[in-house]
């Protein structure tokens, strides 16, 4: 079965790291991008960026970049998505998502859980 | 504000037929980069409905539909269900944001 499986909710304070993951199973992960979409409380999606994890081309999309590092290890088939410094306003729920076809930017029709991240003083 | 604008609402009673517009511009749906759907019940993580602007993954059942013209983009949904009542978003990809992908604000079915 291919599938995404998130890290866990995570807790943390203003000005703490943060680094979630996303496992890929199932598929050639090196082959196919991963896109980190956020989701703020009762909030829309967002798309925050996308990694290749087969030469680790990473696009931000302009309102996260330099706010966020997306990574991979292929050799774990695992995707990253990690803060240095967080914010109250850092507070959603973070999606992993693939593709439907390996190579491309088409659809996404594999997604994680979710990782849910609470930031508070 | 989102790049692609969607109604905030949309309602319909069981079995009738509802639409969900998606607008862009020049600089995404309108230079031809592809708008696909999805669809987000509570609590729960996205479920792509419609790819490349027409097509639909398996397991999608056909009475959801996608068209795109100039810059604009639409999801109809025929014989509305009560399960269809959730949120569905647009999303393609924008030239003037360094080819980010891009999302609509989303909007909420309400089935009567």
């Known amino acids: ?121 | 504000q989102s790049v692609l604008t969607q109604p905030p609402s949309v309602s319909g009673a069981p079995g009738q037929r509802v639409t969900i517009s998606c607008t862009g511009s020049s600089s995404n749906i309108g230079a031809g980069y592809v708008v696909n759907w999805y669809q987000q019940l509570p609590g729960t993580a996205p479920r792509l409905l419609i790819f490349d602007n027409t097509n639909r993954p398996s397991g999608v059942p056909d009475r959801f539909s996608g068209s795109q013209s100039g810059t604009s983009a639409s999801l109809a949904i025929t014989g509305l269900r009560a399960e269809d009542e959730a949120d569905y978003y647009c999303q393609s990809y924008d030239s003037s944001l360094s080819y980010s992908g891009v999302f609509g604000g989303g909007t909420k079915v309400t089935v009567l």
Do not use: H
């Open chain 1, 1 to 121: 079965e291919v599938q995404l499986v998130q890290s866990g909710v995570e807790v943390k304070k203003p000005g703490e790291s943060l680094k979630i993951s996303c496992k890929g199973s199932g598929y050639k992960f090196d082959t196919y991008w991963i896109a980190w979409v956020r989701q703020m409380p009762g909030k829309g999606l967002e798309w925050m960026g996308i990694i290749y994890p087969g030469d680790s081309d990473t696009r931000y999309s302009p309102s996260f970049q330099g706010q966020v590092t997306i990574s991979a290890d292929k050799s774990t088939s695992t995707a990253y998505l990690q803060w240095n410094g967080l914010m109250a306003s850092d507070t959603a729920t973070y999606y992993c998502a693939r593709p439907v076809n390996t190579g491309s930017f088409d659809g996404f029709d594999i997604w994680g859980r979710g990782t849910m991240v609470i930031v508070s003083s």
